[in-house]
């Protein structure tokens, strides 16, 4: 498996008026292709500072990132642009749909931006919503549809350009435990296909899914293990008591 | 391509929102309805007035006794009597470049025919008329030569006296009484309608300046004398042999100012029109700040609209979008109002000048010019004021975009 992400040495810093906050203190770790991994720690360890940075939406202070072999440190702010387009999907807690937007509209958003338009647009959009289970609510608007579901139009849209890694901050954040095993459930049938996925979470429940853990704390990686028995949330879903009948 | 989708979102936008878009618009559509009308308006009257300056007669020269200073505007005021018919005659000998003279005079008097009764004005002139003033008859014929050394009793009728004389008859070879004095009706004159000033040019009576002069006014001098050059390209010299002939005749000596004033036609022409011409600039001039306070409406709107989209703007940030593509997106939204705007104008603006020109019977001369150079500046307000509220999106930081509420 080839090394996707590398970094060394990686900082960020602050300037907060008079303050100087070290957000990340040279932080170093490689991903490789195809791997599953929960990032962990308690609020200003620095995860969303490296998520910003690993989603080339922030550049580093110091330190250097490679992403698919590409120095993404010092690249200007429309390479970046194109590289979140191509290389990254992400997926939020607020899941960030436009709102008068319907779901197959929101999902082609990113081929707007590919620089090359394709009449092929829908049909890419319907296959993506296809492969998060939302076939036949691709004209539906995001308040018509669940959270569970708007998430999956989130992941539907970071899939359409066949991003090298997805990025999401915790996903589950907003949706209840059993909607939350449906998402983990998508995203496990996505990195079976090979597909990396990173994610943000608080929740040592959600984390249990990935293959790897990382915990963060003040800036620096404290903890980094594989996890030796994920579990499956195939599996989790069944065992769940079934959904009560809406009176 | 890419940016004509990003046009079609702008539209999509801008339409999800009718009513804003709408209310925005309103200020473009405002100046640049007036701009239309008003330089409409402008133009017609500048058109009419002059198409009546030529229908006077093409290279007309008048002259007037009494010096500019004296205020010898009024064809008819002269308590002046220095211009006489022996003045017309040798103009007429003498002067190579003019081709036709007549002397002017002008009286007013109550005209009687059986039970119908009118007042109106009396003018008399030579048979040079036909020639100098292009009037051509309705009906009947001119009085000739004989008539003016003669001084016969004939006249010729303006459709205005005609329908209030004799409505619906033929007035040609009837008798009417002017003062009292019984005049043969030897012709109609064609029709001109009200000239710019808002008079009726067909309430008049034309007769031999001679019978106005022994029969009707009671003088023998002459109100005014009207000239013919031979083309507008010797008006000047006209004007020169006029005014030098004038001078030997009526003994003025150098350095005095002339007792007469020469008046082309030309002259009037050129004043009117310079002077309808600043007018037209000036009512364009200030419709156009409506149009500068449309753009001011433009650029609030879409601050206001940014900073609600903060949120969209940083998630197609996250997803690919450069900060030229959100520049276009925004400025796109600014354009489509200010050329909709304009178009909407355009058809206001065409709309009540014809509005206008109906009820008020103002001329109106919609230039094709006025509405290309409005839709143009209505594009140009759209980028100008939506320029800053675009560049203040495209620069925003989409982690803190991210972040708005």
Request: aromatic share 6%.
């Amino acid at each position: 498996m080839a090394e996707l992400i590398t970094i060394e040495n990686l900082a960020k810093t602050y300037k907060l008026g008079d303050y100087e906050i070290h957000a990340l203190r040279g932080i170093n770790l490689s991903i490789r292709n195809g791997e599953f991994v929960a990032i962990m720690g308690p609020s200003g360890s620095g995860k969303s500072t490296l998520m910003n940075i690993l989603g080339c939406l922030d550049r580093p202070s110091g330190g250097k990132y490679f992403l698919d072999g590409i120095d993404v440190s010092s690249l200007n702010r429309d390479s970046l642009a194109e590289i979140r387009n191509k290389k990254i999907g992400f997926v939020f807690q607020s899941f960030n749909l436009l709102s008068r937007t319907t779901a197959i509209e929101n999902t082609e958003l990113p081929l707007l931006y590919n620089g090359d338009s394709t009449k092929e647009k829908a049909a890419k959009a319907r296959r993506a919503l296809n492969m998060v289970g939302l076939e036949g609510r691709e004209n539906s608007f995001p308040n018509q549809l669940s959270g569970g579901q708007q998430q999956r139009v989130a992941i539907a849209r970071a899939l359409i350009n066949s991003p090298a890694i997805i990025l999401a901050d915790e996903p589950t954040g907003n949706l209840d435990t059993r909607t939350s095993i449906e998402v983990m459930e998508i995203f496990q049938a996505l990195n079976e296909k090979g597909i990396t996925i990173v994610l943000i979470t608080h929740e040592l429940d959600i984390a249990s899914y990935a293959k790897r853990d990382i915990a963060f704390r003040d800036g620096k990686i404290v903890k980094d293990e594989m996890i030796a028995k994920p579990k499956i949330a195939k599996n989790e879903l069944l065992l769940m008591p079934p959904i009560e009948e809406e009176a | 391509m890419r940016y004509l989708q990003i046009l079609k979102i702008a539209f999509k936008a801008l339409a999800k929102n009718k009513m804003r878009s709408g209310l925005t618009m309103l200020g473009i559509i405002i100046g640049v309805a007036a701009v239309i009308a008003m330089v409409g308006i402008g133009a017609g009257a500048k058109n009419m007035v002059n198409a009546q300056i030529a229908s006077l007669g093409e290279n007309l020269l008048t002259i007037f006794p009494g010096s500019q200073s004296a205020g010898a505007f009024h064809g008819g005021a002269g308590s002046r009597t220095t211009l006489t018919e022996e003045d017309a005659r040798a103009i007429k000998d003498n002067c190579s470049a003019v081709v036709a003279v007549s002397p002017v005079v002008r009286s007013s008097a109550q005209v009687v025919a059986s039970n119908q009764n009118w007042g109106t004005s009396v003018e008399g002139y030579s048979t040079d008329f036909t020639q100098i003033r292009s009037w051509p008859l309705a009906a009947g014929s001119f009085f000739t030569n004989q008539d003016v050394s003669g001084a016969t009793k004939v006249c010729i009728l303006g459709e205005t006296v005609v329908d209030n004389l004799f409505p619906g008859q033929d007035p040609v070879g009837e008798i009417i009484r002017v003062k009292k004095l019984p005049f043969k009706v030897i012709g109609v004159l064609i029709p001109k309608g009200q000239n710019a000033m808002g008079h009726d040019q067909d309430d008049l009576i034309i007769m031999p300046y001679t019978t106005v002069q022994k029969k009707i006014a009671g003088i023998t001098h002459v109100n005014s004398i009207i000239v013919s050059a031979m083309d507008k390209s010797k008006m000047d010299l006209a004007t020169s042999q006029i005014s030098e002939l004038l001078r030997v005749r009526h003994k003025i000596q150098p350095g005095q100012d002339d007792d007469f004033t020469v008046r082309s036609q030309l002259d009037v022409a050129t004043a009117v029109n310079s002077t309808s011409s600043v007018m037209s600039i000036l009512l364009g001039a200030i419709a156009s700040v409506s149009l500068i306070v449309g753009g001011i409406g433009i650029m609030n709107i879409m601050l206001v609209s940014v900073t609600e989209r903060t949120r969209e703007i940083g998630i197609r940030m996250a997803i690919g979008a450069k900060s030229r593509d959100i520049m276009i997106q925004f400025l796109s939204e600014s354009i489509v109002l200010g050329l909709i705007g304009g178009i909407i104008g355009i058809l206001v603006g065409v709309l009540s000048a014809r509005l206008i020109s109906a009820i008020l019977h103002w001329p109106v001369l919609t230039s094709g010019l006025a509405i290309a150079v409005s839709f143009f500046f209505s594009g140009i307000v759209g980028v100008f004021f939506g320029f800053y509220p675009a560049r203040k999106a495209s620069l925003l930081d989409p982690i803190e975009a991210l972040r708005y509420e």
